[in-house]
């Protein structure tokens, strides 16, 4: 495996960079997905004609890798049903009906002392990687090894395009940031914190930098893409290489997204659950594009229209970034937690030609950042060779997309690796 250095330039349209954050109101009804991180999906709790309030618990999960799941408002339970998931499986949903009231649940600060009580309000809490990962936090706060970790790296560089969710965490609640820095290297018995900020927000880098005072480092990386993936910014923060079937905890390190961390100080400063999120609506086909804190459960098309609504049919609409996203079938998929970004885009933004024959010219390769080989990756998958696929490493593959971009063949690349890692699964099974 390579050294990390591969990245590629994205145009990135990050117009609403400098727009503060507008909170949505509720909608009439939300749709609360149970599956909204990487795991097993968690069982309703609830069940059709419950009344719940805001920050209710209405889905959990005994499973290891799970995080629990609650109300983004108070009203009553309407239907307790499977939904399709923009990740194309199917989970069970709690649909609620709106009171108008957003009535909460009583809470109170909640006060950690040791990383045991961390971890378990983290859960208690429901939070996950909030960067579009949906990794449990709990789960990533306790490691094995933790007399091994030494560092600390919160993930702001948001290098996909579009998107400024995370800008917006920093130049609104910096304190926050800060608090949760000091928090978890006392609780962690941390020596080192880097906040990882791409060179093209320098208003965020300048701030935290003044924040800092001697506490942490803030890095100015480049701003290239996928340069927010974990392996990549842990090379570029620290020169560690996270090599095949590690984590960051074997290389001594802990990488949390920015808001994520917001978050978790948040939520033990009110005692309130996950329940909103913020997110980034934009594209050439919406009115005003905005940073929008919005509830958990609204549907897509919802916070399109609390921008101003479409002005003009989008081609696609995709949940995350146009990299690594969702592409949706329809408006009506709701936001979960690991959502940061909905894009409503035209032809304009989106068109792709048809793939020609590959010209050889080794660009995927160069482009990978983990020096992986695409173009063997696709020949093997066409041929069913899942041996050379294991012995090539497909597993490995991060679908970050870099291949796909600059292949001047418009090959499929990316989406090849996904169906060949898939197929490999089940044949292992």
Do not use: W
């Not at 939070?127 to 306790?142: C, Q």
């Not at 010209?359 to 998958?381: D, K, N, Q």
């Amino acid at each position: 495996m390579g050294a990390f250095l591969h990245t590629v330039k994205v145009a990135h349209f990050k117009k609403t960079a400098t727009f503060a954050t507008k909170i949505m109101p509720t909608p009439k009804t939300v749709l609360i997905p149970m599956l909204q991180h990487i795991g097993k999906a968690c069982t309703p709790t609830v069940k059709v004609g419950d009344t719940v309030l805001k920050g209710q618990l209405i889905g959990d999960s005994s499973e290891f890798m799970s995080a629990p799941i609650h109300a983004s408002t108070s009203g009553k339970v309407i239907a307790v049903r499977d939904v399709l998931m923009a990740s194309g499986v199917y989970a069970p949903a709690v649909e609620i009906s709106a009171d108008g009231l957003d009535t909460p649940i009583e809470t109170k600060p909640i006060e950690v002392n040791t990383l045991e009580e961390l971890v378990s309000a983290v859960r208690n809490l429901g939070i996950v990687g909030l960067g579009g990962a949906g990794f449990p936090t709990s789960i990533k706060l306790n490691p094995k090894n933790i007399d091994a970790i030494d560092t600390l790296i919160v993930n702001a560089t948001e290098c996909e395009p579009f998107i400024t969710a995370d800008h917006r965490e920093i130049l609104e609640d910096p304190d926050d940031i800060v608090e949760g820095i000091e928090l978890l290297k006392k609780l962690m018995g941390i020596s080192r914190v880097i906040i990882g900020i791409e060179e093209n927000k320098p208003d965020a880098i300048k701030l935290m930098r003044k924040k800092a005072e001697g506490r942490f480092e803030v890095e100015s990386l480049k701003s290239t893409y996928p340069q927010g993936a974990e392996k990549v910014i842990i090379y570029h923060c620290t020169r560690r290489r996270v090599m095949e079937g590690q984590l960051p905890a074997d290389v001594g390190v802990v990488v949390l997204n920015v808001a994520t961390l917001g978050n978790i100080v948040r939520g033990l400063r009110t005692g309130m659950p996950l329940t909103h999120k913020r997110v980034t609506v934009s594209g050439d086909c919406v009115k005003e594009p905005a940073n929008v804190y919005a509830p958990i459960g609204a549907r897509i098309d919802e916070l399109v229209e609390f921008c101003g609504g479409y002005v003009k049919t989008p081609t696609k609409l995709i949940a995350g970034g146009p990299m690594m996203g969702k592409s949706l079938s329809n408006g009506r998929h709701p936001i979960i937690k690991s959502n940061n970004a909905v894009l409503a885009i035209s032809d304009y933004l989106s068109f792709s030609p048809d793939p020609s024959p590959c010209i050889r010219c080794g660009r995927c390769l160069r482009a990978c950042p983990l020096s992986l080989m695409p173009t063997v990756f696709e020949h093997a998958y066409e041929e069913g060779n899942f041996d050379l696929l294991e012995k090539q490493k497909v597993s490995i593959c991060m679908e970050c997309g870099c291949c796909a971009y600059v292949c001047p063949a418009k090959r499929p690349l990316v989406q090849i690796n996904k169906l060949a890692k898939s197929a490999l699964r089940s044949r292992k099974k």
